[in-house]
């Protein structure tokens, strides 16, 4: 089959790539590195990839007329600077704009887009089902939104997933990498007062898999274990794994003025329609993930509030 990724060079992109390739999938990529990296991406027979833009209308446009993509994956985000509001917009709404429309007018068989939890704002039930309003409060959050209202309204197949905190192989975001870093250099930590819900890229990637299929409902969808867990368990878990046994308990802090106390989605109604749901547990996906920075190390650390890194 042959795939469009945006934003391929990032984490979910490019744990897309590795599963994908093998598989004999032909895959194009636009990523302009603003949070991604080029040496992500292997020099491999059935891979492109293009540096760029997807606030770009004509270079989207351009490539999705030449490389014809049955299914594209709109991966391409902007978050690291919480007040550039402006590069948000740009990427996030412009850009999701451009992308849908160039698979409208192209003959796109279904788009796929990764929409932030952080759509749904402060829930007042968690966990958050599907059919919650929107109301998002943060540059990412507000331009994630509406760049996916967009795509919902576009004449070709969408399934927008809102997705829980994927961990995998290059996750530079949240709790996990920074409890890793700080604690392998014997930096002090704080925990935030919060509750996230944790996917292990695995789970993800069997319901990658399942949407290129054919018979696939468009609309939007929760993916998530559906479990929450607070930001200590996690601390916990890293300092356990570390074997850290005598460390000192961390603070914990009310959550920013830009965060949210509990984020966890209801993915009953993605397992219902879909058949999928997720199969790792908690502890599983946590110490997996420490296990890759074990092999790997810690790199980078992005955050999208302007107060704490501790969510996605
Ligand atoms: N990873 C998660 O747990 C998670 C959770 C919720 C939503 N998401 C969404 O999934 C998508 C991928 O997230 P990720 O974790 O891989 O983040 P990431 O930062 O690793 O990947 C995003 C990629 O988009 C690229 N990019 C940014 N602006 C661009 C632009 N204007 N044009 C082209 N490329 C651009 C970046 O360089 C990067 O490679 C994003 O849309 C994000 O909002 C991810």
């Known amino acids: 089959?042959?795939?469009?990724?945006?934003?391929?060079?990032?984490?979910?992109?490019?744990?897309?790539?590795?599963?994908?390739?093998?598989a004999g999938h032909e895959i194009l990529v636009l990523d302009n590195f603003a949070t991604g990296k080029r040496e992500v991406l292997p020099a491999v027979a059935g891979l492109k990839v293009v540096e760029g833009s997807v606030v770009d209308a004509a270079l989207v446009d351009r490539l999705v007329a030449e490389f014809k993509p049955e299914i594209v994956v709109h991966s391409a985000a902007a978050y690291k600077d919480p007040a550039n509001w402006l590069e948000d917009a740009a990427s996030n709404v412009t850009g999701s704009i451009n992308v849908v429309r160039a698979a409208e007018a192209h003959g796109v068989r279904r788009v796929i887009n990764f929409q932030t939890a952080l759509c749904y704002g402060r829930p007042s039930t968690v966990p958050i089902p599907v059919d919650a309003p929107v109301a998002p409060f943060t540059s990412y959050g507000i331009s994630k939104t509406a760049g996916e209202q967009f795509m919902r309204m576009a004449q070709v197949p969408v399934v927008s997933l809102r997705l829980a905190n994927v961990t995998g192989p290059r996750l530079a975001i949240g709790p996990i990498p920074t409890f890793y870093k700080r604690l392998k250099a014997g930096q002090k930590c704080f925990c935030s007062d919060t509750v996230r819900d944790f996917l292990d890229m695995e789970d993800f990637l069997a319901l990658m898999d399942l949407l290129l299929g054919e018979n696939v409902t468009p609309g939007v969808y929760n993916v998530s274990t559906g479990e929450g867990h607070t930001i200590k368990e996690i601390f916990d878990i890293v300092a356990d794994h570390l074997q850290l046994h005598d460390v000192e308990t961390p603070p914990i802090v009310p959550p920013g003025a830009d965060d949210v106390p509990a984020v966890v989605l209801d993915a009953s109604a993605t397992t219902s329609t879909l058949g999928w749901r997720a199969k790792h547990d908690f502890e599983q996906t946590i110490r997996r993930q420490l296990a890759w920075y074990d092999r790997h190390g810690v790199t980078d650390i992005f955050s999208h509030l302007a107060a704490q890194p501790t969510s996605r």
């Not at 990032?10 to 790539?17: E, P, V």
Request: glycine share 18%; net charge neutral; aromatic share 10%.
């Open 1 to 22: 089959m042959r795939i469009f990724i945006t934003g391929g060079a990032g984490c979910l992109g490019s744990n897309l790539i590795e599963h994908w390739i093998p």
